[in-house]
C-alpha cells in the first residue's frame, strides 16, 4: 500500500468519530505505518476529546516503538496503512479523490462576461454561469505543511435567541416601520423630505421630496410610470415620464422597498412629476476593509447532504485539497445555508432522497464536516432546506442540530448575519429573496445566469429581501434584520444554486452554486446547478480564485 493521502486519514478518523487538525492529519500520513499511528494518537488522546491535535499524534509517535513492517497494526492494514473506511452509497472513496486530472494553474483573469475584471479566476474556463472556474484540483500525493491559528469571526445581527414576533399585525406595523426609519436615514442626506401630508397641502408647481416605501408601480394608458409611495403621514402619486432617462429605473423597482423622488408638482398638486430617483445604495467611494494579514476564506454553500445528488466525491476532494500545502492559509470555511437536503421542501422530493429521516441527514453532514481540517474555523447560516422556520430573518439552529454537529465546534448564526472575519465584513445570506428578484426584473438587471447581478440590486436598495408577500416570507421582529445598515465588503449567498460574482461599488457579490448535482425537480423548472465549485477568497486583497472539485 502506497503512502497514504490526508484524504484518507480523515475519513478513517471520521469514521471513529474524530476531528484532526491539518498536521495532525499530516504526521498519521508521514509516519512509516500510519495505521499504528492512527491508532496510538487516538489512545493518546484524553477520554471526551473529539479533536485529535498534533501534541496528541506527536505524543503518540515519540512514545512509540519502531515500527515493524511486517506486523499488523491494530485497526490497520498488514503494512501499518489505514483502512480504507466504511462508507454508504453516497460517499466517494479516497481513490476517488485524486481522479482530477491536473492541478489548477496560476490565477488570471475572468475569461467570461458578467464579472469584474478585478475579481480573479481559476483558470480560463468558464462555467454556465458567465464565470470563469478553476480547473479540478490534484490532491493524491499533496503534502500539507504548517498549521492554522484563525481568529474567531465576530458575529452581528443575529436573530438567534432574540426572536419574539408572534404574526400579529402591530408587529408588521413595527417591523416595516422600522425598515422606513433606517432606509430612509440612508437617504436623507440627498433629499430634504417633506412628509406626504405635507406635500399634500403644498401650492401647485411646488418643487417636492419625498422618501417612501414603494407601495405600489403602474402603467397609465399613456404608457407612463405611477409610483406611489407611503410614509409614516400617508401615500403620495409620483408620476415617472416614459420618455425620461429615469424611466428605466421603474423597472427595478420592487414593492415595499425605500426610495427617494424629487420633482414638481402639477399645478393642482394632486401628482408629482417626476425628476430624479434615489436609492439608499452603496456609495460609489466606499473602500472595502482588508484583513492585515495573509490569510483566505472558503466561501461554500447548498451542500444538500441526504439528496441522491450529493456529490460526495467532489466533496472528498475539496476537503482533502484543504489538508495540503496549496490551501494552508484558507483558514476560515464560511457555508451560506442549505447544510441539508430536507424533507417535503418541494413535491415528490421523497423519491429524491437518500437519507429521508431529516436527523439523519445531519448526522451524515456532520460525519462530512469531519474531514474539514480541525484548525478551520467554519461558520454556517441556515437555508430553506434546513430544519428551521422558513420566515425570514431565520434563527440558527436549534441546540439538538448544534449537537449533532458539535465536534468541529462550527460557529452557527442567523439568516442572515454579518460576519467579522480577519477585519472583513461579510454579510452572509442565502439568498431566497434572489428568486423574487430575478422573476420581477428584466434579464438584463438580474438572471440566474448570472445571480451576483441579482445581489447588486440588494446592495442598492440596502436591503436582502425588500419584497413582502411574494416568494420570500417574512417574520415580524423587534427590529427589520434584513436591512443592510452597514455597507459589507464581501456579499455572500447561495440558493440559486448558480456560480456568479463581481464587484459593485467595491463590494464583492459571490453566489457560490452548490454541491448537488441536477435533481428531477431542478429538470423540470429548467435549473441547470454549478456543482463543486469553491471559491477562495484572499481576504488581505479580496481578490477571489474559484477552484473545481468536480
Known amino acids: 500500500m502506497p503512502l497514504e493521502t490526508p484524504s484518507r486519514v480523515v475519513q478513517a478518523l471520521a469514521g471513529r468519530g474524530y476531528n484532526a487538525e491539518r498536521e495532525a492529519v499530516t504526521l498519521i500520513a508521514d509516519a512509516e505505518a500510519p495505521g499504528a499511528a492512527l491508532e496510538a494518537a487516538i489512545e493518546t488522546a484524553p477520554d471526551g476529546a473529539l ?268 476537503a482533502d485539497w484543504l489538508h495540503t500545502e496549496e490551501a494552508e492559509r484558507v483558514e476560515y470555511l464560511l457555508i451560506a445555508g442549505d447544510m441539508v437536503e430536507g424533507v417535503g421542501v418541494y413535491p415528490n422530493q421523497d423519491e429524491e432522497l437518500d437519507v429521508v429521516d431529516i436527523y439523519d441527514q445531519y448526522e451524515r453532514f456532520a460525519e462530512y464536516l469531519k474531514e474539514v481540517p480541525g484548525d478551520m474555523e467554519i461558520v454556517m447560516i441556515p437555508g430553506n432546506h434546513d430544519a428551521v422556520r422558513l420566515a425570514e430573518p431565520q434563527p440558527g439552529f436549534d441546540e439538538e442540530l448544534r449537537d449533532i454537529m458539535s465536534a468541529h465546534d462550527p460557529q452557527i448564526t442567523g439568516n442572515p448575519s454579518t460576519v467579522d472575519v480577519e477585519g472583513v465584513n461579510v454579510l452572509m445570506y442565502h439568498g431566497v429573496s434572489l428568486d423574487e428578484v430575478i422573476a420581477e426584473l428584466p434579464a438584463e438587471k438580474a438572471s440566474y445566469d448570472e445571480p451576483h447581478k441579482a445581489m447588486y440590486q440588494l446592495l442598492k436598495k440596502r436591503h436582502v429581501a425588500p419584497q413582502y408577500g411574494g416568494h420570500t416570507r417574512i417574520a415580524p421582529e423587534e427590529k427589520d434584520y434584513l436591512v443592510m445598515d452597514e455597507v459589507p465588503d464581501v456579499f455572500h449567498t447561495g440558493h440559486v444554486h448558480k456560480l456568479g460574482w463581481g464587484k459593485y461599488h467595491n463590494v464583492l457579490a459571490v453566489n457560490s452554486g452548490c454541491w448537488q448535482a441536477q435533481t428531477e425537480f431542478q429538470k423540470s423548472v429548467n435549473i441547470d446547478p454549478d456543482a463543486g465549485f469553491a471559491p477562495i477568497l484572499e481576504l488581505d486583497t479580496l481578490d477571489m480564485t474559484v477552484r473545481k472539485f468536480t
Open 51 to 318: 479533536v485529535l491535535t498534533r501534541e496528541h499524534v506527536r505524543t503518540a509517535l515519540a512514545d512509540a516503538p519502531a515500527a515493524d513492517p511486517d506486523a499488523v497494526a491494530t485497526g490497520g492494514e498488514p503494512d501499518g496503512s489505514v483502512p480504507e473506511p466504511a462508507t454508504d452509497a453516497s460517499a466517494g472513496s479516497a481513490d476517488d479523490a485524486s481522479a482530477a486530472p491536473t492541478p489548477a494553474g496560476p490565477k488570471g483573469p475572468p475569461s467570461a462576461g458578467g464579472t469584474d475584471p478585478s475579481v480573479s479566476g481559476g483558470t480560463a474556463a468558464s462555467t454556465p454561469g458567465g464565470s470563469a472556474a478553476a480547473v479540478p484540483v490534484e490532491t493524491e500525493g499533496s503534502s500539507s505543511v504548517g498549521d492554522r491559528d484563525p481568529a474567531a469571526p465576530d458575529v452581528a445581527n443575529d436573530v438567534t435567541g432574540q426572536s419574539t414576533g408572534t404574526g400579529e399585525y402591530g408587529e408588521f406595523v413595527r417591523v416595516f416601520r422600522d425598515r422606513y426609519d433606517r432606509l430612509s436615514g440612508q437617504l436623507r442626506g440627498r433629499v430634504n423630505h417633506r412628509p406626504a401630508e405635507a406635500i399634500q397641502g403644498m401650492p401647485g408647481g411646488s418643487e417636492a421630496e419625498l422618501i417612501g416605501l414603494v407601495n405600489d408601480v403602474r402603467s397609465t394608458a399613456s404608457g407612463h410610470w405611477l409610483v406611489e409611495l407611503e410614509d409614516t403621514t400617508g401615500t403620495f402619486p409620483c408620476l415617472v415620464m416614459k420618455d425620461r432617462d429615469i424611466a428605466d429605473l421603474v423597472d427595478e423597482l420592487l414593492l415595499d422597498e425605500c426610495i427617494a423622488v424629487q420633482g414638481t408638482l402639477a399645478d393642482d398638486a394632486g401628482i408629482m412629476f417626476v425628476d430624479a430617483i434615489h436609492f439608499p445604495d452603496v456609495p460609489r467611494t466606499y473602500r472595502p476593509s482588508t484583513a492585515d494579514r495573509e490569510v483566505e476564506a472558503a466561501l461554500i454553500s447548498d451542500v444538500h447532504v441526504g439528496s441522491r445528488e450529493f456529490m460526495a466525491d467532489a466533496w472528498h476532494r475539496f
